[in-house]
């Protein structure tokens, strides 16, 4: 039986749990004994992972929403570094017009 459900918010204990993910698919292909292996998408980045129900940790609301406000900051910058970057060197000034009569 397995202690987690298609839904739910977790991280893998081999990484630290540096990345939530939702469990999107829960599959046993082996003997009854055997131990599930649970597919897992990324909330906050475009990752898709399979791993055993062993490695897996379920996160607290609380936590998932740290994970979150934390994930969006670091998107946030990184939009302006590389908007700022797309204009950095240049400088917008004016070109006086040419009397052309």
């Known amino acids: ?9 977790v991280g893998r204990k081999s990484y630290g749990c540096d990345i939530f993910f ?7 292909e082996g003997p009854e004994d055997s ?12 990752i898709e992972a399979d791993a055993p129900e062993s490695d897996l940790e379920l996160q607290p609301e609380h936590k998932v929403n740290e994970y979150r ?3 969006m900051i670091v998107a946030e910058r990184n939009t302006r570094d590389i908007h ?10 004016r070109i006086p017009k040419k009397n052309i009569l």
């Open 1 to 9: 039986m397995c202690e987690f459900m298609i839904g739910d918010i």
């Open 22 to 28: 939702k469990v999107t698919n829960i599959k046993n």
């Open 35 to 46: 131990e599930n292996i649970l597919t897992l998408k990324g909330i906050s980045y475009r």
């Open 69 to 71: 406000d934390k994930s």
């Open 84 to 93: 700022s970057s797309h204009y950095r060197g240049y400088t917008l000034q």
